[in-house]
């Protein structure tokens, strides 16, 4: 497996573990239990790493270089896992609606479970599908670029360091909320 398609399934294992997380804060907030600023700043990290640092390197980068090495960019797949990225930022912002200005647990519990289950079933279809595609259609001197190019985004996007921060914020709610 090459370096960029591990960096992204590792992802994609922090992002599961934050969906479990998610899950048991609509519970919390079902008991009024779970705090405002809490539900803000997770949703804070669903924006900085799902969206601009994770999915903005799929699609600022890994898409193009697999419409360029033969994949359909309109019309198909790149379009679908589009979508379902546009999909997923609605629902995060359906769930910062229902926290806001206090929270509707009902509202927060239902977008909960429709954004879980649907970055459950996305995440599946990049592992079992995208990754093997890229690793069929990419060639050595395309993944290298891309890993270089992976950094530079972080940098950019997020900022240097960012991205551990956000995974210590990761472990730190898991002992919060699952711990």
Known sequence: MSQIISDLTHEHDAILSALRILERMA???QRNALAPGDLAEFLGFLREFVDQCHHGKEEGLLFPAMAR???AEHGGFIDELLAEHAQ???LVQAM???GTPTINAAELAATTTAYAEHLR???AKENDVLF???ERLLDDATLAALQQG???HEEKVIGQGRHEQLHTLLHQ???KYLG
């Open 96 to 98: 910062s609606q229902a």
């Open 27 to 29: 519970e919390r907030a």
């Open 150 to 152: 992976f950094a530079a």
């Open 88 to 90: 997923g930022r609605a």
């Open 173 to 175: 709610l898991k002992a």
């Open 132 to 134: 093997p595609m890229a």
């Open 69 to 71: 090495a033969g994949l």
């Open 121 to 123: 079933a996305h995440i």
